[in-house]
């Protein structure tokens, strides 16, 4: 009986790149960056977590009501839609992305990611994502639970008053005061302190630290460890 080699299957299925790091580390745009230099697919498993979190919300509205079965039950309006270079996440056919980034379920998404049958939810959908298509996909833990045999793992870091600097730029289109940074700092802190037990770096993953680069140079890193393998 010969046994499949499972690393030369790995290598002829479609390439996974699998970019995890905590809040604001610039994971999803650089994802996106990359899958169109590499003409892949990106996919966000963290809008996934924020849909199933918007549909419990519009269930019931107050998340101390909430319990695993009910927050599956209310994701069933939850699709995954492919698009170009891209996956969307709708709600009952609906494009939802300010419903997905407002404050209501970023407060309460993290509930939401502690449970583990919608992570078991959410872990199908992205697999199921890459089926047959090259992708690259963000999070916090693609190279661990979800593709431990993605060929290119990343792991991307930043220091969180950089992180909170970067994030307000993006939300007020200015320059944000001292005073701002901080407080945003401290709510950056507090949110990885709740999804530390989620945020996995795989051994094997390369460390980019992006405090001092540029989103290109990040890209640009990436793109070439990729190719590197495709080789
Ligand atoms: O990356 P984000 O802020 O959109 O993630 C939303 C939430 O989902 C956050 O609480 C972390 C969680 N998450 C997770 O636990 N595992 C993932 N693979 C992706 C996100």
Known sequence: ????????????RPLVVAIDGPAASGKSS???????ELGFRHV???ALYRAATAAALR??????????????????IVTLV??????????????????????AVTSAVSLVAKMPRVRAWVNDRVRAAAEGHAVVVDGRDMGTAVFPKARVKIFLVADPWERAKRRLLQRFERLPTEAEIAEETDALVRRDAKDEAQTQRASEAVLIDTTYLTQRE???????LARSVMR
């Open 59 to 76: 269930a019931e509205p107050d998340p101390r009501r909430w319990t695993e079965d009910g927050v599956l039950a209310a994701a069933a």
């Open 82 to 103: 492919p698009g170009e270079r891209s996956f969307e996440a709708r709600l009952e056919g609906a494009p939802a992305e300010e419903e997905l980034r407002g404050s």
């Open 44 to 46: 966000d498993s963290g």
């Open 1 to 12: 009986m010969t046994l499949p080699d499972t690393d030369s299957a790995e290598r002829r």
């Open 218 to 224: 990040q890209v640009e890193r990436i793109v070439a």
């Open 30 to 36: 650089t994802a996106k960056w990359v899958a169109s």
